[in-house]
């Protein structure tokens, strides 16, 4: 089956670095891509989704001048967390998708801790 | 607002009964709604998925039940098996591939 890929799976920062996630499709096109966080024992909340070479869509209360979406290909969306804070520590997932519903693949999630 | 509604945290069941996690939503667009495992520090895999226009979807030892009416849907999993142990997501869309998701419910199946 399709494979979606997410690098680091695990990252732990100093307050106020910069963390970047990607996240890529290994056998498909992904013409869209979606960013969630979970944290613990809640549900994934989706932040943003982003179509190839166009701008993220963000939700609401999320705040993109500090979520970062880049969507350069159609094989790998980038997050960045900017001047991270212990807050933004959780469990970021992107899911990739080729087409339709039935074609939504998610990666393996990135747990950040920012200390 | 949470348009997807796992009420049910968790959920303990023996091997070999059957386990029944259910999900609630009021969004009447949803016609499309899927289930996904989770397995700690990993992404949710995808499980079984049901249109608006069914009532039932049957994959195996998973079945998925849908009533429009009441806005409810459910997973059977029968027989359980210690290796299903994980949280399971309620998940639903509207149209395209943006899903909202319920809470998750943690599965254990004692051996």
């Known amino acids: 089956g399709a494979v979606v890929s997410q690098h680091p799976s695990w990252v732990i920062c100093k307050s106020g670095t910069s963390v970047k996630i990607e996240c890529r499709s290994l056998d498909f096109q992904a013409t869209t891509m979606f960013w969630y966080r979970q944290f613990p024992k809640q549900s994934l909340m989706l932040m943003a989704t982003s179509n190839e070479g166009s701008k993220a869509t963000y939700e609401q209360g999320v705040e993109k001048d500090k979520f970062l979406i880049n969507h350069a290909s159609l094989t790998l969306s980038t997050l960045t967390v900017t001047s991270a804070h212990p807050e933004d520590s959780s469990f970021y997932i992107c899911?990739?998708?080729?087409?339709?519903?039935?074609?939504?693949?998610f990666g393996e999630g990135s747990r950040l801790t920012v200390l | 607002d949470q348009q997807v509604k796992q009420n049910s945290p968790s959920l303990s069941v023996q091997e070999g009964r059957i386990s029944i996690l259910n999900c609630d939503y009021t969004n009447s667009m949803f016609d499309y709604f899927l289930w996904y495992k989770k397995y700690p520090a990993e992404g949710p895999t995808f499980l079984i998925s049901?249109?608006?226009?069914?009532d039932k979807n049957e994959d195996g030892r998973f079945t998925v039940f849908l009533n429009k009416s009441a806005k409810h849907l459910s997973l059977h999993i029968v027989p359980s098996q210690p290796g299903d142990s994980a949280v399971y997501f309620c998940a639903a869309s509207g149209g395209g591939s943006r899903l909202t998701f319920g809470e998750g419910t943690q599965l254990t199946v004692n051996p």
């Open positions: 899911s990739a998708s080729g087409g339709g519903i039935g074609e939504l693949f």
């Open positions: 049901i249109s608006s226009i069914k």
